[in-house]
Nanobody, 124 residues
Framework: VQLQASGGGLVQPGGSLRLSCVAT??????????IGWFRQGPGKEREGIAV????????LYVDSVKGRFTISRDNAKNTVWLQMNSLKAEDTAVYYCAGADSAFNFEVEDYDIWGQGTQVTVSS
């Protein structure tokens, strides 16, 4: 099973981007997994910023993105999205999606399936 993140790019402060995370492969029941978005900025540790429950009815956000980012999922399409609005320079990072079948939190070590990351750069 693989998670593939895409949608990153260069955007000006105040702009928007929509990231996608698609799960492919066999032996994986997508709707058994909570899916989280994590990011790692230059010289920083990887941090969880948004996670959505397996059914999609419960999203969680860290304070730094609350009100600006929205996580959603479509289990029929094995896809999770992260809509990012009002982007700031401090949002610059490599963004990763990850899956956990027995956790629903922001702890990196609890997620056992990871995508390859997509770069988001917020700069004028």
């Amino acid at each position: 099973v693989q998670l593939q993140a895409s949608g990153g790019g260069l955007v000006q402060p105040g702009g928007s981007l929509r990231l996608s995370c698609v799960a492919t492969g066999s032996g994986f029941t997508f709707d058994d997994y909570a899916i989280g978005w994590f990011r790692q900025g230059p010289g920083k540790e990887r941090e969880g910023i948004a996670v959505i429950s397996p059914s999609g009815n419960i999203p969680l956000y860290v304070d730094s993105v609350k009100g600006r980012f929205t996580i959603s999922r479509d289990n029929a399409k094995n896809t999770v999205w992260l809509q990012m609005n009002s982007l700031k320079a401090e949002d610059t990072a490599v963004y990763y999606c990850a899956g956990a079948d027995s956790a629903f939190n922001f702890e990196v070590e609890d997620y056992d399936i990871w995508g390859q990351g997509t770069q988001v750069t917020v700069s004028s």
